[in-house]
């Protein structure tokens, strides 16, 4: 139990402190007391503010329209200085997704600021004309990040936490998998690594990267987890978690978002196969423009980039 702190009473020998001028005592009835407590209730609201700082009695046209989402303050300087020296790069592999976007971008700033995780959003959008390639984004992403960030998150874009025992605090002992098999509402066999993985830059540089001879939807990840097997690293997973496949929320529709599972030429083969040589150290793009926004008050950075492709390698990068 704590004792509440009480400013100590004014006391002198024999003498009679008067802080403020004597009044004439004040004389009321009970219901003028009533009338006096009822304007002060309608003074309170009518003085009441919506969370964008309009008063509350300036109504819009618009009636209709609902209030903007409280986001929680922004963190001072010096709060941020508390919250450890490290910063997480969300690195969001993306191509015409803007619905999910929308609901992403201040859903993780939030998250992210609960947790008093110091963190940089990176929206890694593919604007050439080849098939999309989330490893390859991934690459790029992790090479434009800066150097004040000093640990990644692969996000996809439309997978959000809903838990706050998901830890995406700095992973030192390893990769840690926040959308395990067992949590994941889609994917439960051991080997998955998808969705969402935190790895500390040198983590990743162990492991070169990902591949990028991956074109198309899948199988990236699971290559990715003999990557890491290779490197000698131990693949960390939450535990106690007791929201099962409710811990997340997946916002993909597929009957709107079709995706692009096709196979092509010698892409069949290739998918199954471990890409030794090629990774971070071989990735080729350029980024075509570098622009800050808000969404909902939420900061992001949105990198527009052009991905090359070797045809006489993966000739699968296009569809024919």
Same mark, same amino acid.
């Given at each position: 139990m704590y004792l509440a702190r009480r400013k100590p009473a004014l006391r002198g020998s024999g003498? !009679?402190? /008067?802080?403020?001028?004597?009044?004439?005592?004040?004389?009321? %009835?009970?219901? @003028?007391? &009533?009338?006096g407590l009822l304007l002060l209730a309608v003074l309170s609201l009518s003085l009441h &503010? =919506?969370?964008s700082g309009d008063p509350g009695w300036r109504r819009r046209e618009d009636t209709a329209a609902p209030p903007k989402p409280c986001l929680p303050q922004p963190p001072t300087s010096l709060e941020q200085l508390s919250w450890g020296p490290h910063q997480l790069a969300v690195l969001v592999p993306f191509r015409e997704r803007f *619905? *999910?976007?929308?609901? &992403?971008?201040?859903?993780?700033? %939030?998250?992210?600021q609960q947790q008093r995780v110091l963190h940089r959003i990176f929206i890694l959008n593919q604007a050439d004309h080849f098939r999309f390639n989330r490893a390859s984004l991934i690459n790029a992403g992790f090479k434009e990040s800066g150097n004040d960030t000093d640990y990644i998150v692969m996000h996809d874009v439309d997978l959000l936490p809903l838990n706050q025992d998901l830890d995406y605090g700095y992973p030192a002992s390893g990769p840690y998998h926040v959308a395990s098999p067992e949590l994941h509402p889609l994917y439960h066999y051991k080997t998955y690594v998808g969705g969402i993985l935190l790895l500390t830059k040198q983590h990743y540089e162990m492991c070169n990267g990902?591949? #990028? !001879? &991956?074109?198309?939807?899948?199988r990236e990840d699971d290559e990715f987890y003999r990557r890491i097997r290779s490197a000698g690293l131990q693949l960390l997973r939450p %535990?106690? $978690? %007791? =929201?099962?496949?409710? =811990?997340? /929320?997946?916002?993909?529709?597929?009957?709107? /978002? +079709?995706?692009? @599972? +096709?196979? $092509?030429?010698? @892409? +069949? @083969? *290739?998918?199954? +196969?471990?890409?030794?040589?090629?990774?971070? #150290?071989?990735?080729?793009?350029r980024v075509e423009s570098r622009t800050d926004i808000t969404i909902a008050g939420a900061p992001c950075t949105v990198l527009n980039i052009l991905l090359e492709c070797d045809h006489s390698q993966t000739p699968w990068c296009v569809l024919s």
């Open positions: 003498v !009679r402190w /008067r802080l403020l001028p004597s009044f004439p005592p004040l004389r009321c %009835s009970v219901f @003028q007391l &009533f009338v &503010f =919506t969370c *619905e *999910e976007l929308l609901v &992403f971008v201040p859903h993780m700033h %939030s998250f992210l990902m591949s #990028n !001879r &991956f074109w198309g939807w899948g %535990s106690g $978690i %007791s =929201t099962g496949y409710k =811990t997340f /929320r997946h916002l993909h529709d597929p009957a709107w /978002r +079709k995706r692009d @599972q +096709k196979r $092509i030429a010698a @892409q +069949k @083969q *290739e998918q199954f +196969k471990v890409d030794w040589d090629g990774g971070l #150290n071989s990735v080729k793009y």
